[in-house]
Every structure is written in structure tokens, then in C-alpha cells.
């Protein structure tokens, strides 16, 4: 029996539309505050995300595929333990559209 190919008909994870890379900083002030750049770290994006909890900061580096790798685990919780820091977020067309939008 011969193999004609690698996982043959399964659907991928990641979506066919194109992808976002943006900037996410957050600091923690009461509150932890998360801007959102542009990769060129000088085009900021006009939504700005406020959560009451670290697990919420983690949580939306985890939906933005941040946590890829120990690293990028390691740095996001560095950041988190020091009260502020940044992780670049990989989105989708749409998630992109909700940080484009006031």
C-alpha cells in the first residue's frame, strides 16, 4: 500500500484569508491597559483593550497565536510579572477589523 500523501484531505488550523501581524504592549496600571501597533511600531490601531486580570492578557496573546513557542511564553510572562510588556499577534481578517475599529 502506498502513501500518495501527508494527511490527505484534512482541513488545515489556519485560515485562508491574509494575516495581520500587529504589536500588542500592555501595562498594568489598576487595570491592564493593551495598545495594539502596526508592525512598523509607529501606526498605533485605535482600539485600546482594558482587563481586569493577567489571564485575560494571556488569553488574548493566546487567541493572537503569540504563544507559538517557551520564548514567547516566557517573555509574555516576564512582561506580566514586571507590569508591563509586548508580544506580536498574528490575526485574522477579521480579528484585525475589531482592533481597526473605534
Request: with cysteine.
Amino acid at each position: 500500500m502506498a502513501i500518495t500523501g501527508y494527511n490527505k484531505g484534512s482541513q488545515t488550523a489556519r485560515p485562508t484569508g491574509a494575516l495581520h501581524r500587529v504589536y500588542m504592549s500592555f501595562a498594568l496600571h489598576e487595570s491592564w491597559q493593551c495598545e495594539f501597533t502596526e508592525m512598523d511600531s509607529r501606526t498605533p490601531l485605535p482600539r485600546k483593550l482594558t482587563f481586569a486580570t493577567a489571564d485575560k492578557v494571556r488569553e488574548m496573546a493566546e487567541r493572537g497565536g503569540a504563544l507559538s513557542n517557551l520564548e514567547t511564553r516566557q517573555m509574555l510572562e516576564y512582561g506580566i510579572q514586571a507590569g508591563r510588556g509586548g508580544v506580536t499577534l498574528t490575526l485574522t481578517d477579521e480579528q484585525y477589523a475589531k482592533l481597526s475599529k473605534r
